[in-house]
Structures are given as structure tokens and as C-alpha cells.
């Protein structure tokens, strides 16, 4: 199993609509996770980081589910300007230098 | 955005040929990350610093040695260039603090070994 695993999509999904993604770990001692945003050919930006039961910004919200592993990133009223590739991140010990990137969920936000 | 530069941004080496790529950053953090992003795998770890002349590997270190002579810059070599190195290389800057290892990261280089 990998470590850090997500839909490769891509999702389609008109403006204005919710979409939400799943990533899920395998190392049950994770401390630290992380969406990061990549738009094609460019490099990935830190979007939002979760901890404990998750927060909220804006439009972007994310959870943390640690009995089931997984955490997931919802976008609420979707516009063009997030189509990107969402990436999960995870930082396996507090403190630990190495994070574990996913190879991330295509999101196309169509008009 | 985080002051981070990379340079080149885009190469075209020949195999055989030794070739350094430069990670120079502007917020004094601590801890420098070289990675490769390659189809279907995501960013893999090369190297990483935790300070001047601290280095440690990554997953993928094999044929790539890097060195830190100074907070500010992290350069990454390959010292044969192979056609499986052909890749987008991205560098990472990071300051632990309460907010975990939160990373910031540079354009990118784009390099092709023919």
C-alpha cells in the first residue's frame, strides 16, 4: 500500500458546484498533513494545512479522519480559477523534516 | 510569495555530462529540499538540508550529491547525467515552527538529458 494515496480524477464539475476529495495514509502515526495546489507546470503552493479536526478557509475546508486514515479537502462554489491538480501531503512525525506527497487529484471546473 | 529562485529554469544536457542546478532563497529558513516530479509519482525526495553543510538523502538519491556552503543557497548536482534523470526538479525551503513543516517552493527547472 502506498503511503499516501488519492484519486487521480480527473473530476469534472460545473462553477458553482461542491466537489470534494479523499486522501488517505497508510502510516497510522502521522502527525501533520497538508493540501497543496499545482497548476500545470508550475510549481505546488501550500494551500491549507489540517490538524486535529481540521479547519476552514474561505470556501476550502478540510478534515482529518485519523481512525479512518484518510483526510479530505471540500471546495464549495467552484470557480474556473481552481482547476489545478490537489495534492495531499503528509508529514509522517512531528518534527520530522520528510513529508510524503501524493500524486495528486485533477480538478477541471468547467463553465 | 516566499523568496525562492532556481536557476536554470530550463536545460538540455547530453548523458555523460556533469550538471548543477541552484536553489537560492531569501527567507532564512533552516531546512532546504530538493525533489523530482516525474507522471505518476508525484515529488520524490532527492535531498534535503537541516543546515549549512548538514545534509541528509532522500528516497531517490542515487547519482545525485548536493551541498549547503551557505544558508541561503542549496545546489543540487548530477554528476553523470543519465536520460532517467530527465525530470522537473523543484526546490523547497521550510522553517519548522508550531505550524509543522509547512514548505514553500521554487519554480522549478525543467531539465532534458538527450
Known amino acids: 500500500r502506498k503511503e499516501v494515496e488519492q484519486d487521480p480524477g480527473p473530476f469534472n464539475v460545473p462553477e458553482g458546484a461542491t466537489v470534494a476529495f479523499n486522501c488517505t495514509y497508510s502510516n497510522s502515526a502521522s502527525q501533520s498533513f497538508f493540501w497543496y495546489r499545482q497548476d500545470c507546470r508550475k510549481e505546488p503552493k501550500l494551500l491549507m494545512s489540517v490538524y486535529s479536526s481540521g479547519n476552514e478557509d474561505g470556501r476550502f475546508t478540510a478534515q482529518l479522519n485519523r481512525a479512518s486514515q484518510y483526510i479530505s479537502l471540500l471546495i464549495r462554489d467552484s470557480k474556473l480559477s481552481d482547476s489545478a491538480t490537489y495534492l495531499c501531503?503528509?508529514?509522517?512525525?512531528?518534527?520530522?523534516?520528510?513529508?510524503?506527497f501524493g500524486t495528486g487529484t485533477k480538478l477541471q471546473v468547467i463553465p | 510569495d516566499a523568496g525562492i529562485t532556481q536557476s536554470p529554469r530550463h536545460k538540455v544536457t547530453e548523458t555523460g555530462t556533469p550538471v548543477t542546478l541552484r536553489c537560492h532563497q531569501t527567507e532564512n529558513h533552516r531546512y532546504m529540499y530538493w525533489y523530482r516530479q516525474d507522471p505518476g509519482h508525484g515529488l520524490r525526495l532527492i535531498h534535503y538540508?537541516?543546515?549549512?553543510?548538514?545534509?541528509d538523502k532522500g528516497e531517490v538519491s542515487d547519482g545525485y550529491s548536493v551541498s549547503r556552503s551557505k544558508t541561503e543557497d542549496f545546489l543540487l548536482t548530477l554528476e553523470s547525467a543519465t536520460s532517467s534523470q530527465t525530470s522537473v526538479y523543484f526546490c523547497a525551503i521550510s522553517e519548522f515552527k508550531d505550524r509543522g513543516n509547512e514548505q514553500y517552493f521554487g519554480p522549478g527547472t525543467r531539465l532534458t538529458v538527450t
Open positions: 538540508s537541516y543546515g549549512v553543510k548538514d545534509t
Open positions: 501531503v503528509v508529514n509522517s512525525q512531528e518534527g520530522y523534516q520528510k513529508v510524503t
